[in-house]
C-alpha cells in the first residue's frame, strides 16, 4: 500500500479495501485493533482520506439500525412485557427520528425497558422467537453506540483510533457471519438463553436464607425421603415380574413419575431435583457481579445453595434408610419374612460396588437424565404462561355450570404445580424407559439414583441381617452410594451451570475467579456452607442479570 505514495484516488482506496478483505482470522482483526495512531495516520497521510467512503455507509447504517430497533421494540411481544405507557412516549418510537446527540440518551432508556421486559419474562413466557428479538435489539443498541463513537467529532489521533477499533470490530462481524461455527454458536446461544431465562427465577425458590427456611428443606425433603421406600419397593416388584422391555419400561416409569408428582402434590422435595434449577439461579448473579462486594454475594450464594442441597440431601437419605428398615420390620411381621431374599439383597448390594459393577457410569447418566428432566419442566412451564393457560382455565365458558370458584382453583393448581409436574413426569420416564431402551439396542444402560439407590441398599442389609455390615461388600456398597451422590448432584449442577454461562455469556476467568474466592470463604468459615448462620445479609438476588451480553454482529441468524 504504501508503495503507491500520496494521493487519494479511486485505486488507492480499492488496494485499502483489498487488504482489510484479506483479514481471514481473529488474529488478524485484533492485530488491526492494536495498530498505534501514530501509524495509522502515517498510513492515511500516505493514502489520502480512505476513511470516507466508510463514513457514508456508517451514516446509511445508523439510519437503519436505528429504524430496526424501533420496529423490533414496538412488535407487540416487546410491548406486551415492556413497562407500559403510550407508544408515543417510548423511547422506541423516538430512536429513528432523533438528532444525533440524542441518541445515546435514548439507548440508555431503551435499554431501560429491556430490562423491564427481561423481569416481565416470568409472568408472559418467553419463546425462541422473543429471545431472538431481544437479541437482536441488544445488540443493534451496541452497534449504535459504537458507531456513534465513531462518528463522534474530538481530535484527530482519538477519531482515528475510534474508527480503527471500529472497523477492527466491523472484520471480527464479518469472520463471524461467514463461519459456520460462528452460526451454531448462535443458535446454541439463543437456544440456551431460551431455556434458562425463566429457570433461574424458579431456581431462588431452592435456595434456603434462614435457619427456619433451612429446616423447612430439611423436613420436605424427609417427606421425600420416606415416599421413595415405597417407590423402592414398587421397584422391586416390577423387575420381578419379569415383564418385556418395553411394559417394564412404561410400569418404572408410572411407578416414578407417579411417586414423584405425589411428592410435589403433597409439598415434599426430591434432592435430586435442585441442583439443575439453582445452577441458572447462581449463573444469572455472577452475569451481574462487577465488584469485589458483589464478588462477596455471590459466595454467599454459593453458600447458600450449598447448604440447601445438603439439606435436601440429609433429608432425603436420613429417612429412606430407617424407613426402609421400618418397613422391612412391618413386612416381616406380616409375612414372616424380609421383603427380600438372601439372593436378591447380595445382587442388590453387589450392583451398588462402587468400582466393580457400572455404578459410577450409570450414575454419570442419571445426572444427565435429571438435568434433562428440568428441561422439561422448563419447558411445560413455560409453555403453559406464554399460551396463558391457567388464565384460559381460570375463564372457561364451563364455569357457568360448574362454578366459577372451582375454575379459579384449578388455574390456581395448574400455574403452581405445571413446572413440578413437568419435571417429574419427564424424570419418571427418563429413569424408567433408559434401562428398556438399553435392552432393546443391547446396550449396557442403567440408572442409578442416589434416594433410591439408599432405599435398595437398606432393604438389603436389613434383609441380609446386621452380620452383614462387617461384609466388605457392603462397605464398598456404601461408597458406591456416596459416589452416586456426587455424580447425581454434580453432573446435573454442572450441565445446568454449563448452558447457563453459555446463554449469559459468563467469561471462563470470571468462574475460575470466583471458585478460588470460594474455597478461601470456605477454608475462613465452613459452617456457613453447612447450617445457616443465626443472621445474615438480604436475599442478594437482587442482580437481575443484563438485558443480553455486550457485543456486536454485522447480521444473526434465527434458524
Known sequence: VTAHGGGAGTNEWLEARSVVARFESQRDADWLGELPASLTLDLLGRLGDVWQP???STEDALALLTTRVSALGLSDDIRQ???????RESPFFRLPHARRDELADLCLMCRRDMVAVHDNLERFGVSVD???RLDVIAKSLDRVEAILVALDPRTTTELVTAETLFLAELCRARLRESSVRGVVKDNTQLLARKVIERAGET????ITVSRGEWWKM??????GGFMTVFTC????FTKWGHFAPAVDGMISSVNYAGSFVGMQLLGFTLATKQPSMTAAALAGSIRAQRDAHQLDDLITTIARICRSQLAAALGNIGVVIPSAIVFDFVFRAVYGRSF?????AQYTVDSFHVYKSGTIPYAVLTGVLLWASSLGAGWLENWAVYRRIPEAIAEHRFKRFLGRGLFRWLGKMVKKHVAGFGGSVALGVLLGMTPAFGKFFGLPLDVRHVTLSSGALALSVKALGLSALTDPSVGWAALGIVAIGSMNFGISFLLALGVAFRAREVPISRGVRLLF??????????LQFIYPPAAEAPDVFSHRPSMAPRGSAVSLHRH
Open 54 to 56: 466508510l463514513r457514508d
Open 81 to 87: 412485557r415492556g413497562p407500559g405507557g403510550p407508544v
Open 130 to 132: 422473543v429471545v431472538y
Open 203 to 206: 431456581g431462588e425458590h431452592y
Open 218 to 223: 430439611l423436613a420436605s425433603a424427609g417427606g
Open 233 to 236: 419397593v414398587a421397584k422391586f
Open 340 to 344: 427380600l431374599d438372601a439372593d436378591s
Open 517 to 526: 474466592a470460594v474455597l478461601g470463604r470456605f477454608l475462613r468459615s465452613p
